[in-house]
């Protein structure tokens, strides 16, 4: 259900550059979305564990209060994440 620390340690190497960089806003996204990919695959066998339910909208509320702050800020890497990760849809 978790994403490995192998995967998180990969994620963090793409979209940070190092493997310490973990505070930059596309990382963040990155692990994040992971996240959200695995407990949603996660409601789909077992759909009334209310509380993983909460924590996966816990984790898109965040992801998207993420993606509100790079939009404002830098519309570019905002353009870029949404690409790579196909979070999005358009």
Known sequence: MAVSKAAKLEIIKKFGGSETNTGKVEVQIALLTA???SL???????????????????KVSKRKSLL??????????????IK????RGN
């Open 68 to 81: 509100s702050y790079l939009k404002n800020n830098d519309i570019e890497r905002y353009r870029q994440i």
């Open 40 to 58: 949603t695959k996660h409601m789909i066998d077992n759909k009334k564990d209310q509380i993983s339910k909460r924590g996966l909208y816990q």
């Open 35 to 37: 996240e959200i990919n």
């Open 84 to 87: 790579e990760l196909d979070i």
